[in-house]
């Protein structure tokens, strides 16, 4: 958005919005009607009661007291099937907003308009006008990642079965928009058939999710679009960019290469054991194995030419011969042959490797590859002779896909990163140097001690324990875990568990520590040059602070020899994930996202420095209050040099459904995050240029002053804590099987120990959404003090700067999504009326502040101005939720008061569910 942007036209926008409209009244009515078929006319009166009724609210008809009397005397056992009437709207609007998206895409195509910012084709268009000089692409992309980091979350449980039928749903609405009209009917027949089925398919899961159900959830995405998806997207970026500058050797590697948490982020979470590391390494290359075994199976069946009518080259020949098939009705299909011995090579290949086979596997007395690059090459064979055989149509095809998928899942599949607490690193170190007699009170010692002991602990081979040692049973674990991924790298290679990331990294020693727990665990080699580890140990910087101090702490590890040589032997390269979560929690929104930048340029200018490379791991959520919002915009957002060609980032699991459940999807958001990844590693996207210095110093001051609002009411107001545990469902979290992992890092109330997820969930489930926006209002409000020069220059601020333009945008989003009258439903909640007026009226007084800030310095008439989408969205479905919310305020009440049942827990879940569902990037 720009300064010159001109409002749409209403009717041009309703008119475009109107076929979204009617998806959403043909799934919204046929759900009606199963519902009333199903749970009866009683039930069915009371959805439809509860819909009336919260359209009349929005219209200001009725009073909120009303419809919230309505549940009051339901019975328990009537709630849930409203529950689930509305989850499954807001399921269903989704899936028509997410194709509403694609048609209005098409639309544009079609009309022939300009490529759409975050597309491909629009970042191909302004590389083209800057006239890059191709070795400085070169050299920028040198090293190029671009790395989505899947994660689990407490509310994305969706089983399989749902997942499933929500993608038929979405095939069968875009078979009904170009179907003829007397094809209409069969397909109505057949959305009928798969909303029933979701109707009578428990949307939650009966027991608490464990780690390995996670696991599964996080791997049905690659069958489901990323296998089609991620390959392709590699090999079209790597060939438009090689057409543009031509005799470069433009991204050897694969550029996009997928990651993931689950199953290694023991952070607080004493479920992830040895046994869950071998598991999802495990399953992980079962799930890449299986796809390669299945994709060679039917290019065999494909590849049916003959010998008598094909060219053979003399390569191909062998392959064939050395297959072993001496079927005499292949003897003249020597492809097929060739494809037998390399499926029975990878099937060896999996017996070595996995517990157990996966489909495809055929019988063979052939050996393993050692690495999937013999598995490459002997691919590579069959690709030269198509070609040599005037076949280059077939080579593109599924013989191309397959290279694909090899070179970029390998036989991993993802990496695996492994995290845990610095806290907890120093209390096992604490054990193995008491065992080993090196010291007896380690935490003791101050900083430059502990850095020398470490340090020349990584200059030595022995080890600090041994086979029969009694440790304790933490010090068990941690080592247990480690050893497990040794195990994994040394049989899938280093790219298996590639990670090592110490949260609430403050110091040195937080790093050395985690180096010398891998030297432990036999993962760090010794030459004369000094250790070297495939294993990065990675800082993650979190809170306020320690994102202030990041830069100094890499420098003067940096400073260590022994860090340096784990660096350099690394290929230089460090990286840095940043904690946008944690951060916020701990200084609120505004404070946060500028001492990220900060710590960015910072972090930036010591790794120019100390003449190594960096990259960031940006640990960002769905959530806006967790540093979720628009990708592309976020990452256009971050400070000069700061993706430099390559990025990670965590894909949160409450909206990796909404990105990756299908290919289309897939697609479209894969391709947002390369296009802003070249934008920002090869233009100019600050846009500040010499006002940089000034704009920083004009956030410096509204930093600190959000941060002082921030913390006046989150950490400095008696009872807050109180009223967060009862105005929001945070405590019902963590009791109700919600997500397989404890809601604190410790058993305590503190806030500072509570994970961010289930921070920002409550918040969110109130419709407060606290953590998108508190303490900016304050800020801007001071620093303008009524000076219409100061509003000028914010306004000035937002048109030209990304990042300032971002956090704003992001901020409306969620205040729109916001809804201070339901919030009050769940202040009700507090016990004590004094506590719940000084708290919430401080909530409320911010918000108004908030929103009057926001459209003062952006010249909006509404919060939503600048996104149409949410505008329909909000005006669309926001009425759907407002049952959700006032029954999800009755069964708290309720489980509250002692009705601890099975069927108030489901309802109290249910609600989350359905809620996070229909909130989406705010949930």
């Known amino acids: 958005m720009t300064d010159t ?72 056992d009537d709630t849930l099937p409203v529950i689930r009437a509305f989850s499954h709207f807001a399921l269903l609007a989704n899936l028509a907003e997410d194709l509403h998206r694609e048609r209005r895409r098409a639309v544009h195509v079609r009309a022939g308009e300009p490529a759409q910012d975050s597309s491909l084709a629009a970042t191909y268009r302004k590389l083209d006008a800057a006239e890059l000089d191709p070795a400085e692409v070169a050299a920028a992309l040198d090293g190029a990642l671009v790395s989505p980091v899947i994660t689990a ?54 027991a608490r999710l464990r780690i390995q159900d996670e696991i599964e959830v996080g791997l049905r995405y690659y069958d489901a679009a990323l296998f089609r998806v991620v390959p392709a997207l590699n090999a079209e970026v790597r060939r438009a960019l090689r057409e543009r500058w031509p005799g470069v050797p433009l991204l050897p590697d694969p550029l996009v290469r997928t990651g993931t948490w689950i199953g290694g982020d023991r952070d607080g979470n004493p479920n992830v054991t040895a046994e869950v590391v071998h598991r999802a390494t495990d399953r992980a290359a079962a799930t890449a194995l299986g796809h ?38 292949r003897a003249d299909e020597p492809y097929r042959r060739a494809l037998r011995g390399i499926r029975g090579r990878l099937t060896a290949t999996a017996a070595r490797l996995l517990d157990e086979l996966p489909p495809h596997a055929v019988s063979s007395p052939l050996t393993a590859y050692d690495t999937p690059a013999e598995l490459l090459a002997d691919l590579d064979i069959l690709d030269a002779a198509l070609r040599a055989g005037g076949s280059a149509a077939l080579a593109d095809d599924r013989l191309a896909h397959v290279r694909g998928a090899v070179e970029t899942f390998g036989f991993h599949l993802a990496s695996l990163d492994l995290r845990q607490n610095a806290e907890v690193h120093g209390r096992v170190i604490a054990e193995l140097f008491s065992w080993a007699g090196v010291t007896d ?38 080592l247990g875990v480690l050893r497990a991924a040794a195990d994994a790298v040394a049989r899938l290679g280093p790219a298996a568990v590639p990670h090592y990331i110490v949260s609430m990294c403050s110091s040195v020693s937080d790093l050395l520590e985690a180096a010398v727990l891998l030297d432990e665990a036999g993962l760090v080699e010794h030459d004369v040059a000094g250790p070297r580890c495939p294993v990065a140990v990675i800082p993650l910087f979190e809170t306020i602070d320690d994102l202030r101090h990041g830069a100094d702490i890499l420098t003067a590890a940096l400073a260590v020899p022994e860090f340096r040589n784990l660096v350099d032997s690394a290929d230089g390269i460090q990286e840095v994930m940043l904690g946008y979560s944690d951060s916020n929690k701990d200084g609120g929104y505004l404070a946060a996202n500028w001492a990220l930048y900060r710590a960015e340029l910072d972090l930036v200018e010591a790794a120019r420095t100390a003449g190594i490379r960096l990259r960031l791991f940006h640990g960002r959520g769905g959530t806006v209050g967790r540093g979720g919002g628009p990708s592309y915009d976020a990452i256009l957002a971050q400070p000069p040099g ?115 997820i289930p921070w920002v969930l ?87 502040r908030t929103v009057r800030v926001y459209l003062a310095i952006t010249g909006h008439s509404e919060l939503t101005a600048d996104n149409p989408a949410l505008a329909r969205s909000v005006h669309n479905r926001f009425p759907y939720l407002e049952p959700l919310n006032h029954l999800q305020v009755e069964l708290l009440r309720r489980f509250r008061a002692g009705e601890d049942t099975d069927r108030v827990r489901r309802g109290i879940q249910l609600t989350m569910n359905g809620l996070a569902t229909a909130l989406r990037n705010s949930g």
């Open 5 to 76: 942007a001109r409002p749409a036209d209403p009717s041009r926008s309703r008119s475009a919005a109107e076929p979204l409209r009617q998806d959403i009244r043909l799934l919204g009515g046929m759900l009606g009607r199963i519902v009333r078929e199903q749970a009866g006319e009683h039930l069915f009166a009371l959805v439809e009661r509860a819909r009336v009724e919260s359209f009349r609210v929005r219209r200001s008809e009725i009073d909120r007291a009303e419809l919230a009397a309505m549940f009051a005397d339901v019975p328990t």
């Open 642 to 756: 700061a993706v430099a060609g390559s990025l990670r980032l965590t894909e949160q699991g409450e909206v990796i459904a909404a990105k990756y459940a299908e290919p289309k999807l897939a697609r479209r958001n894969l391709e947002s995050l390369v296009a802003a990844t070249l934008e920002s590693t090869l233009l100019d996207v600050e846009g500040l240029g010499s006002d940089a210095g000034p704009a920083y110093a004009v956030l410096d001051e509204l930093a600190e002053l959000a941060r002082a609002a921030y913390s006046d009411l989150v950490h400095e107001t008696p009872g807050f804590v109180e009223y967060f545990r009862t105005a929001t469902p945070v405590a019902e979290i963590g009791s109700l099987n919600i997500g397989s992992r404890p809601t604190s890092r410790k058993p305590t109330s503190s806030i500072a120990d509570l994970r961010a």
């Open 153 to 206: 979350h407490p509310t994305e449980t969706r089983r399989r079965t749902v997942f499933d039928v929500q993608s038929r749903i979405t095939d069968l609405m875009r078979r009904r928009e170009h179907a003829e009209p007397d094809e209409r009917s069969d397909i109505d027949l057949h959305l009928w058939r798969q909303i029933l089925t979701l109707w009578q398919t428990a949307l939650i899961r009966l």
């Open 762 to 848: 409550a918040w969110t489930q109130s419709r407060v959404m606290l953590p998108g926006w508190y303490g900016t209002g304050t800020a801007v409000e001071t620093w303008i003090a009524g000076d219409e020069t100061r509003l000028a220059t914010l306004t000035g601020l937002y048109r030209r700067w990304p990042f300032f333009r971002t956090v704003l945008s992001n901020m409306a989003m969620v205040l729109a999504k916001s809804d201070l009258g339901l919030a009050a439903r769940y202040a009700e909640l507090v016990p004590d009326p004094d506590l719940r007026h000084r708290v919430f009226d401080k909530i409320t007084a911010e918000h108004e």
């Open 292 to 329: 390669h075994l299945a994709e060679l199976e039917r290019l065999e069946q494909e590849l049916s030419m003959s010998a008598r009518l094909v060219r053979v080259t003399d390569d191909l020949a062998r392959l064939a011969d050395a297959s072993g098939d001496d079927a005499p009705s």
């Open 441 to 478: 009170d380690y935490l003791a010692l101050p900083e430059e001690e502990k850095v020398a002991l470490l340090a020349a602990e990584l200059r030595t081979r022995r080890p600090l324990s041994a086979p029969g040692a009694r440790l304790g049973a933490d010090t068990a674990r941690e």
